[in-house]
């Protein structure tokens, strides 16, 4: 399809010798919510970190928002790199919050000194993007002094303060305390009904259900199948997803239902 | 055996001044060390720059594998062989700030290095270029890691001035030996001496402490 946000075609990946990534073609439209699941090792991280640099792919073409990631193999360097960046939020596993700065800071530092807003304006739409969160109240506070819970939320803050087109979500919740997933959770799906593209990795099948439009599998490096919530998790085609599924779910759920 | 402090008492000026001398050349080289230890200690960063970092680890190594009062003989009497001829005050800056440069070019690495690696992750994906990331997220981090090892480099420093008395420079090391050569009461000002390079010490120290407390109450480190 021609109108999709993000395009990878045949993205391939290898580390020392080893396969990590095998020709991922994925297409993604505007708005779309793009979960990725799979076992560990599968490829799904790496696959994320491709899609904004932090990894270099080595074969393939990534373009999202009519800017070329990787050109058949060749990534963008330095400037074009910083650039392309803006535009592709990014959330960590381990939050990633800048010890140094408070929570207003945190937020505002993408603003102030990439883009180059005054401070007032960076404070006002970071307070407006706090309050999304539900962090107005902390803004003043030091990153060491928040819940789990509450530094994602605000590393989803201080990557929307960049105005991206597409999040990246590697793996938002899996550091977190059970007790702390649901209020990261809720911000994700709040983000997603407000119409932001998101590549989501994760292994809350919850709200892969519930959020995602389309379920992408993966395993070895590739992908196994990709499909709307209702047939992967209902009716999947393949026998890795359904065995995958199983475990998973089985975790889940001690008492056996899915 | 009798303590005969006299000397010490009637050249007390002189060792004032000597001290203040001491004073003078350590910061001025602390000064230039630092500059020093950072340029060179973010060169050794990136292996993938081979100039850069060739050149940063050949200044380590020759200056961290060289007495250091060879190295100042090297300024003060090999540069006029090349008709350079600096003063004796500069050449000791020089010397110390170079050589303490080698040192704080370690520790700003490990400092650096010790940041998580998420930190400069997290700073590029917003669309930083490293130079931004580096001096807004990366630097501030590492320098408050970087106070008690400097700490330690900085009082190296100020003991290791007293070699430059032998550059003839009037530093507190000089001056006490100025007053033995009259009352050959060495015992007693070198004591003296060791007082007041203790005190400096000390006072360097403290102070170097109570900015880290500052900066750790500031939230600046976890």
Not at chain 1, 48 to 71: D, H, P, S, Y
Not at chain 2, 58 to 83: A, C, K, M, N, S
Not at chain 2, 127 to 132: K, L, Q, R, V, W
Request: charged share 20%; glycine share 10%.
């Amino acid at each position: 399809m021609n109108q999709a946000i993000m395009k990878l075609r045949g993205v391939g990946k290898s580390f020392s010798g080893n396969r990590i990534l095998h020709g991922i073609n994925l297409d993604v439209l505007p708005s779309q919510v793009i979960v990725i699941i799979g076992p560990s090792g599968s490829g799904k991280s790496t696959l994320l970190r491709c899609c904004n640099g932090l990894e270099v792919a080595e074969e393939g073409n990534i373009e999202i928002c009519t800017q070329k990631l990787l050109t058949d193999g060749r990534m963008l360097v330095d400037h074009d790199l910083n650039h392309f960046r803006e535009q592709v939020g990014m959330v960590f596993q381990s939050f990633n919050l800048f010890p140094h700065l408070s929570v207003l800071g945190n937020v505002t530092v993408g603003p102030r000194k990439i883009l180059g807003v005054d401070k007032h304006e960076a404070d006002t739409l970071a307070l407006a993007l706090l309050t999304k969160v539900g962090l107005a109240h902390k803004a003043d506070a030091m990153p060491a002094t928040l819940s789990g819970g509450q530094k994602q939320r605000v590393a989803i803050a201080r990557a929307l303060a960049m105005k991206p087109k597409v999040m990246l979500f590697d793996e938002p919740t899996s550091a977190l305390d059970p007790e702390l997933v649901g209020e990261v959770l809720q911000v994700m799906k709040a983000l997603a009904n407000e119409g932001m593209t998101m590549l989501v990795v994760t292994h809350e099948m919850g709200f892969a259900q519930e959020v995602a439009d389309v379920v992408v599998v993966m395993d070895q490096g590739r992908i196994v199948e990709a499909g709307p919530p209702e047939k992967i998790f209902v009716n999947p085609n393949e026998e890795r997803t359904r065995s995958f599924l199983q475990a998973v779910l089985t975790r889940n759920t001690p008492t056996g239902g899915a | 055996m009798s303590l005969d402090f006299l000397p010490v008492i009637t050249g007390w000026d002189d060792l004032l001044r000597g001290a203040l001398v001491t004073i003078e050349i350590t910061s001025a080289s602390l000064l230039l060390g630092s500059v020093l230890g950072l340029l060179f200690g973010i060169g050794r960063l990136d292996k993938s720059k081979k100039l850069r970092y060739g050149v940063c680890s050949t200044y380590v190594i020759f200056i961290r594998g060289t007495p250091l009062i060879v190295q100042l003989f090297l300024l003060f009497f090999g540069l006029p062989e090349f008709d350079i001829l600096l003063p004796a005050f500069v050449c000791g800056v020089l010397g110390l700030g170079i050589y303490s440069g080698a040192y704080i070019s370690e520790i700003v690495r490990g400092a650096i290095q010790s940041v998580e690696k998420g930190q400069m992750e997290a700073a590029r994906s917003l669309g930083m270029s490293a130079g931004t990331a580096m001096r807004t997220i990366i630097l501030p981090q590492a320098l408050v890691r970087m106070i008690p090892p400097l700490g330690n480099e900085f009082i190296a420093l100020i003991k290791n001035s007293a070699l430059v008395s032998l550059l003839t420079i009037a530093d507190l090391m000089h001056e006490g030996q100025k007053i033995i050569s009259v009352s050959y009461r060495s015992l007693e000002v070198y004591l003296a001496i060791a007082l007041m390079y203790l005190i400096l010490t000390s006072a360097t120290s403290m102070i170097l402490q109570r900015i880290e407390k500052h900066l750790r109450a500031g939230g600046a480190v976890q």
